[in-house]
């Protein structure tokens, strides 16, 4: 490849006083020199003044290097330099004129492309005498640019011959031969055709008609009984669901009684107790009602005192099973108590994993609760015994007070005694008395530090002179911890013990049933976690006072009334469980319900008045609440919404006015 250059107006050097500069880089053959200038690009060293005037006979011609190239050019001493002219199209040329092999020439305009580019830089001269610099100029047209296209032209299709082998038949011409004189062909194979009835486009047409009909009635016969058979299925299952729903239900029933019946036998807490109570009362009203029925006069106030005198001997059975549960509640609670002072610390690691760690306190606890374990344990032979006392003085000599003293005077005692052969039952009492105050050093917290986190009464005993309160009952100064307060209480009044005796004695009420009522509702609530808090607030009483005084203790839709089939669920799941919005309602009931979005739109108006006035009235009720009244006046609204007369309570079937009792519209936050 030539590469075309242009040489300004200054003569050329004599060769003798030019020396190279840099040597060309590459073969291109350069036969012209520039001035002495700093490099500059061939559209600088082209600049000039356009000229407009161009004859018709200039011939234009493209810029690319090769067609330049392809023509024999000789560019050489051009005086003045070729001038740049612009084209209708905005783009520079310059002409050239070139001389042919024929001897004529012919001037050409070529196109200057002006590309964003360094051009690079390719050699040149100095001169030895003036010091000027001549640069070889390059090109000033790119390298033709060749695009490849998405056709590949170097792959295994194209480069691999594939060889296919078909097998064709050659047609084959037959003859018939028929019979004719003097030929004879047998016909007893031959056949006859006869043609058959000629059949009309319309014709045709219907007979496929009737054929679709009859594919279509069979394919819908199929559906129907793939839908029959699905509904059927269901049906199938929907019954047997409800038989295994019932007998769930039964068993849940048969566990439940099971359960409550070994209460009633062997009671050991005090809602045990409550229970055996109340089977008592229920038991005392059935009988008093049997004898007011049929009884009167003298025989009447016999059988009232027959009557009294099974139930005190029932109160003194109970009174000795209470002594019996008393007794083993406090082994157990000793039995916690001595296995959480021993237990180590327990925690959960940056790995996810439980991680437990002893500490001296954990480990002397431990000890002591070994100690304590192996002083309780009886049928010990002589030698056994001695050897626990021995370790057990030595562990409470390691501090010196009057509990430590004692505890050894009674150790040297039962050793002497065990020396001298007295039997086991004389000394029962005197080891009852080790353990009780073996028991009393290790719930001390200066022998035992890790009693200090589980004792209810504190080190400090100027700590106990506040928060004390008189019960009016038993007439003691009790601290605030053994008083229950009820949700609308306005003074202290009587003390937790008091209020059990008074329970016994006349009340005898049993609250299991609204307890386990009360886990459920708040379990439920706190799974919707949207900062849920009046259904914390109420106790069991006030459960039970809404549940039987305001819903009448059975479901509003099935007037179900079994207690324990019985929930509380939101009226509205939008906002917070409150006494004004909830429903008494069956756990399945209760589950539909909660799909609902707009329960008023799914029960109709009348069912939907019933709900608001049993709304009102928990309202009204729970509005005098101490707990409740800060919290409802500042997120409720203050409404007074008068109560419907006993003529307008649509529960009971009575007749309305013609003013309705509507609730005030809330925001979605009030």
């Known amino acids: 490849q030539r590469r075309v250059r242009v ?191 000629y059949v009309t486009a319309d014709e045709k047409f219907g007979y496929m008609l009737r054929q679709v009909i009859i594919l279509q009635s069979y394919f819908r016969r199929w559906k129907a009984q793939r839908y029959v058979n699905s509904i059927r299925q269901d049906h199938i299952r929907r019954i047997e669901w409800e038989k295994k729903e019932e007998e769930r239900k039964r068993k849940e029933k048969e566990r439940r009684l099971k359960e409550e019946y070994q209460r009633r036998m062997q009671p050991l807490s005090k809602e045990d107790f409550d229970l055996v109570y109340h089977a008592l009362e229920l038991w005392r009203r059935e009988e008093i009602e049997n004898i007011n029925a049929t009884k009167s006069g003298p025989e009447r106030k016999a059988a009232l005192a027959g009557l009294m ?70 049928y010990l032979t002589r030698e056994e015994r001695l050897d626990i006392l021995l370790q057990l003085k030595l562990t409470v000599k390691e501090h010196d007070c009057k509990l430590t003293k004692d505890i050894v005077e009674l150790i040297d005692r039962e050793a002497d005694l065990l020396m001298r052969g007295s039997k086991e039952t004389n000394l029962e009492g005197l080891r009852q008395r080790i353990s009780t105050l073996f028991l009393q050093y290790i719930k001390t917290p200066l022998f035992n530090a890790e009693a200090a986190n589980l004792l209810k009464v504190p080190e400090d005993p100027s700590s106990l002179r506040k928060d004390i309160y008189f019960c009016r009952g038993c007439g003691d100064y009790l601290p605030s911890t053994d008083f229950e307060l009820t949700t609308n209480a306005r003074s202290i009044g009587r003390c937790r013990k008091c209020k059990n005796l008074d329970s016994e004695g006349r009340l005898r009420e049993d609250f299991s049933r609204y307890r386990s009522l ?46 324990y089939d019985l929930t509380l669920v939101r009226w509205n799941r939008r906002q917070e469980w409150s006494p004004w919005n909830c429903v008494l309602l069956t756990n399945e009931e209760a589950r539909a319900h909660s799909k609902l979005v707009k329960p008023e ?22 509005s005098s609440m101490p707990k409740l009244s800060d919290y409802m006046s500042k997120n409720l609204q203050s409404v007074k919404m008068p109560l419907p007369s006993n003529a307008e309570k649509i529960m009971y079937g009575g007749v309305k006015k013609p003013e309705n009792v509507v609730l005030p519209p809330l925001t979605e936050t009030q």
């Open 601 to 622: 739109e799914a029960y109709g108006p009348v069912f939907t008045q019933k709900i608001k006035y049993r709304h009102i009235l928990g309202k009204q009720y729970f």
């Open 7 to 197: 040489v300004s107006a200054e003569s050329e050097p004599p060769a003798e006083t030019a020396e190279p500069v840099v040597p060309a880089s590459d073969g291109a053959e350069e036969v012209a020199l520039k001035t002495a200038e700093p490099p500059k690009t061939a559209e600088s060293e082209l600049a000039a003044e356009p000229d407009t005037s161009v004859s018709d006979d200039i011939k234009p011609i493209d810029s690319d290097a090769v067609l330049i190239d392809s023509l024999q050019t000789n560019l050489s001493n051009f005086s003045p330099p070729p001038t740049i002219v612009k084209d209708d199209d905005g783009l520079d040329s310059m002409l050239v004129t070139v001389d042919k092999d024929d001897g004529t020439s012919e001037t050409l305009r070529v196109s200057i492309k002006q590309e964003l580019i360094t051009r690079p830089f390719v050699g040149g001269w100095r001169h030895k005498e003036s010091g000027k610099e001549y640069h070889n100029c390059s090109v000033q047209t790119l390298p033709k640019r060749y695009f490849l296209g998405d056709t590949p032209k170097n792959c295994r299709e194209t480069q691999t011959v594939i060889n296919k082998n078909v097998r064709s038949q050659t047609t084959s011409d037959t003859s018939t031969q028929m019979t004719k004189t003097g030929c004879w062909v047998s016909d007893r194979k031959d056949k006859i055709i006869v043609p058959g009835k």
């Open 309 to 378: 005198d099974e139930e005190t001997q029932l109160i003194a059975s109970i009174q000795r099973h209470k002594l019996i549960a008393k007794k083993d509640n406090g082994k157990k609670a000793k039995r916690q108590f001595l296995e959480k002072c021993a237990a180590p610390k327990e925690w959960i690691g940056f790995d996810g994993m439980p991680t437990k760690m002893d500490t001296p306190y954990t480990m002397r606890a431990k000890d002591l609760k070994m100690t304590y374990d192996s002083l309780e344990k009886r």
């Open 518 to 563: 009360l886990h459920s509702i708040r379990s439920t609530e706190e799974a919707f976690n949207d900062n849920s808090r009046i259904i914390f607030l109420l106790t069991e009483a006030d459960l039970r006072y809404l549940a039987e005084n305001i819903w009448g203790a059975q479901s509003v839709l099935s007037q179900w009334e079994d207690t």
